[in-house]
C-alpha cells in the first residue's frame, strides 16, 4: 500500500519539528512512520515501517494513538518506562484537517517528575496514587 502524503505536510513538519530536542515522527494512523525530525533521524529512526515494530511489543503498550484518532484530538501520557529508565512526557497528535496523520514524541522529564511515578516509591496509603 502506498500511503499519500502532501509535500505541504512533509514541508510543514520539518519547518515545525526539525530543531526540536527530541525525537519526532510523522505517522499514518496505521502507524506507518512517514518523516522523522532531525533527532530522530540522528537516532536512526527509520522511515517506511511502522513504529510498533521498533523495540519490543510491551514497549508499545501504553500507546494512546487510537484514542487520539478516535477523538481527533490530542491525547498526553505521563508515565515511568521501566525499559528506558525515565518518565516520559509522550503525545499523539493528529493533524488537523489530515486526520489519518500524527504527531508523536516523548519528552523526558525523570529530573522533574512527581516522586509518585516512580516505581517503589508510593506507599499503599498515599493519597495521590493508586498504591500500585
Known amino acids: 500500500m502506498s500511503i499519500e ?8 513538519f520539518h519547518l515545525f519539528w526539525d530543531n526540536f530536542p527530541t525525537a519526532v515522527i510523522l505517522a499514518y494512523k496505521d502507524r506507518t512512520i512517514i518523516e522523522v525530525n532531525r533527532t530522530a533521524e540522528e537516532r536512526g529512526y527509520p522511515v517506511g515501517i511502522r513504529c510498533i515494530s521498533m523495540g519490543e511489543a510491551k514497549h508499545h ?28 512526557d509522550s503525545y499523539w497528535i493528529p493533524l488537523a484537517g489530515a486526520e489519518d ?31 500500585a
Open 5 to 12: 502524503v502532501s509535500d505541504e505536510i512533509r514541508r510543514n
Open 101 to 131: 496523520f500524527y504527531v508523536h514524541f516523548a519528552t523526558d522529564i525523570t529530573d522533574y517528575a512527581a516522586e509518585r511515578l516512580f516505581p517503589g516509591t508510593c506507599a499503599s496509603d498515599c493519597s495521590s496514587c493508586s498504591g
Open 61 to 88: 503498550a501504553g500507546c494512546k494513538l487510537h484514542i487520539a484518532l478516535r477523538d481527533k484530538t490530542a491525547v498526553r501520557d505521563v508515565a515511568y518506562y521501566d525499559f528506558l529508565g525515565q518518565v516520559a
